[in-house]
Antibody, heavy 122, light 106 residues
């Protein structure tokens, strides 16, 4: 069955970086895209980034441009999201999700990881 | 960025009620609209994609419709397990923005 398993929670100081991993299994990794979505405590969902692991094409929300990098390792089916220059407002649960491979496709984010809590505090 | 205005922000209803949640896009998004359900402490779960296509294993009491830039999620007869927060998301143009969410309470 399709599973996305994320790395454990992190506590970081302001200005530091965090790298969250997401290991996919149960499907052909390069047949689907991957997205990252975050949720601050008590708040709504915020889309951050998307990648096509077949060709490496990425899209990032302008809000995070320059601070976020999404990478994948197709040999291990792991996707990483690195967020740099952390501030208190980045405290959130970060989710990875299996998503569409091409942006003209209607396929939704249909399988999600369990979420990773990143806490930014001095 | 495309703004997704979701209403209401919260809604009280009873088991058996028919409930409607709406989402309005700030510009045309064709049918690139998904609906998600989220329960406390859990990841979101997709209900509807492409504005009106029901995701497999989602009960048929959930349905989606569109009219121009207005999108609607309808639950025909609320069940106890439906009390949750619902989000719309446009996937027409990056950034793929979510609505603010609708909290459905008993």
């Amino acid at each position: 069955q399709v599973k996305l398993v994320q790395s454990g929670g992190e506590v970081k100081k302001p200005g530091a970086s965090v790298k969250v991993s997401c290991k996919a299994s149960g499907y052909t990794f390069t047949d689907y895209g991957l997205s990252w979505v975050r949720q601050a405590p008590g708040q709504g969902l915020e889309w951050m980034a998307w990648m096509n692991p077949d060709n490496g094409h990425t899209k990032y929300a302008e809000k995070f441009q320059g601070r976020v990098t999404m990478t994948t390792d197709t040999s291990t089916n792991i996707t990483y999201m690195e967020l740099r220059s952390l501030r208190s407002g980045d405290t959130a649960i970060y989710y990875c999700a299996r998503d569409r491979l091409y942006d003209w496709n209607f396929h939704p984010a249909d399988f999600w990881g369990q979420g990773t809590l990143v806490t930014v505090s001095s | 960025d495309i703004q997704m205005t979701q209403s209401p922000s919260s809604l009280s209803a009873s088991v058996g009620d028919r409930v409607t949640v709406t989402c309005r896009a700030s510009q045309s998004i064709s049918s690139y609209l998904n609906w998600y359900q989220q329960k406390p402490g859990k990841a979101p779960r997709v209900l509807i994609y492409g504005a009106s296509s029901l995701r497999g294993a989602v009960p048929s009491r959930f349905s989606g419709s569109e009219s121009g830039t207005h999108f609607t999620l309808t639950i025909s007869s609320l069940q106890p397990e439906d009390f949750a927060t619902y989000y719309c998301q446009q996937t027409y143009s990056s950034p793929y923005t979510f609505g603010q969410g609708t909290r459905l309470e008993i």
